[in-house]
């Protein structure tokens, strides 16, 4: 998960997005700070002018600035723009969370796929060698004429079978590796490590403290509140084009025809500006800010329903793998121990190879629900873990 939060695109894309929001907040805080200015020149030609501050010919000058400007009052829109950006901050970080987890979820499914896919080339081998040794007993019956030449046909074609789903598994496998591979940034093939599969859930808290975590801190329900906040915020900075502003400037110059400039003035001006008619502008401004105020609070309180359901429906999911898994580990020890009722039954010559060979293959399937269900326990509980945005450890904690 780390290496893949690394080189994700969307983790990357969701971290520039926090950086960006973080830089616009700043920009924010700057409106309240004066802007200042220095500037100089020096300026020389070939032919006098006519300088009108001294009424003298002359070729060359020097000058030198400080200018400050400063919005005294504006009705609040500074407010409301740091208002504003610091909700599109907290957007930006809750959806940088939000896209860590997706990864990581991503991650957990193609890890636990390869851990998966390594289980089932293990129970495809381990099937191929049991249609081996079948036929191999079949053969040496078939010569003291035990049985006849169709167990052995039966033999071999189950064996052909078995070669088959080992190829399909080997496949399968090499597939997740390169998967997993791609999502670690890796150009090749990237292994699990051995009995990755979980075989039980980490104890879980009640599914109500579980929805008020997920509807409190969830990363998906930060991010829309945060939007909503930052959709109210520029609704009230639409109303304040309707008033006046008062911006106050100053400066002070240093000027002279020689080195270094000797004659100096300042100035100060207070401007009050009163918006009448700009076209409809504000007025279409502030219809466009209710409207998509509306629509953020909307998705608010769509994303605090969305977290109860999924939060909900990943609890039952993982209480359901959990009772799946011990079914199939049931199922796992009822298929061994048919299959070496069946063996001995064969071997005494009461039960028909087709008997036998129908216990392998129900031994290979429930070997095969078992590794499918561990797989599928432990992407309920990254998914759980998406939807509330913290480690199950860190929940419990």
């Known amino acids: 998960i780390e290496l893949s939060l690394r080189v994700a695109p969307a983790a990357v894309n969701a971290r520039a997005g926090a950086d960006n929001a973080s830089a616009s907040l700043l920009e924010a805080r700057g409106a309240f700070f004066p802007s200042v200015t220095l500037n100089s020149s020096y300026t020389n030609s070939s032919n006098q002018r006519f300088d009108q501050a001294t009424g003298q010919l002359v070729s060359e000058s020097y000058s030198a600035s400080a200018i400050a400007n400063y919005e005294i009052f504006a009705w609040g829109r500074r407010f409301a723009t740091n208002r504003a950006a610091r909700a599109r901050f907290d957007a930006a970080l809750a959806t940088e969370r939000d896209q860590e987890f997706q990864v990581a979820l991503a991650t957990t499914q193609a890890y636990f796929a390869v851990a998966a896919a390594e289980e089932f080339t293990q129970v495809a081998a381990q099937r191929l060698d049991r249609a081996l040794a079948q036929q191999d007993f079949a053969r040496v019956r078939l010569d003291v004429g035990t049985v006849t030449r169709s167990d052995l046909l039966r033999a071999e074609l189950e064996v052909s079978n078995a070669e088959l789903a080992l190829e399909d598994a080997t496949s399968a496998l090499r597939t997740s590796a390169l998967r997993l591979g791609r999502q670690v940034g890796v150009a090749g093939e990237v292994e699990a490590s051995p009995d990755a599969l979980p075989l039980e859930a980490p104890p879980l808290l009640e599914v109500e403290e579980l929805v008020r975590r997920a509807q409190s801190e969830g990363p998906s329900v930060l991010s829309a509140q945060a939007n909503a906040r930052d959709r109210s915020a520029q609704t009230f900075s639409s109303w304040t084009q309707f008033g006046p502003t008062f911006r106050v400037s100053g400066g002070y110059d240093w000027f002279a025809f020689d080195f270094p400039p000797r004659n100096q003035?300042?100035?100060?001006?207070?401007?009050?500006?009163?918006?009448?008619?700009?076209?409809?502008?504000?007025?279409?401004?502030?219809?466009?800010?209710?409207?998509?105020?509306?629509?953020?609070?909307?998705?608010?309180?769509d994303a605090l329903i969305g977290a109860r359901v999924a939060v909900e429906d990943a609890f039952q999911e993982i209480a359901s793998a959990e009772r799946r898994v011990a079914i199939a580990v049931r199922g796992l020890g009822l298929a061994r121990e048919d299959l070496r009722v069946q063996e001995e039954r064969y071997q005494l010559g009461v039960a028909t190879i087709l008997e036998l060979q129908t216990s392998q293959v129900a031994l290979a399937d429930a070997q095969n629900s078992w590794v499918a269900e561990r797989q599928n326990l432990g992407i309920a509980v990254a998914r759980l873990e998406a939807v509330l945005g913290r480690s199950i450890e860190e929940v419990s904690r």
């Not at 918006?275 to 998705?299: D, I, Y």
């Open 265 to 301: 003035s300042w100035n100060l001006r207070v401007t009050a500006s009163v918006p009448v008619f700009n076209g409809f502008t504000r007025e279409a401004s502030l219809a466009r800010n209710r409207n998509l105020e509306e629509v953020a609070e909307a998705q608010y309180r």
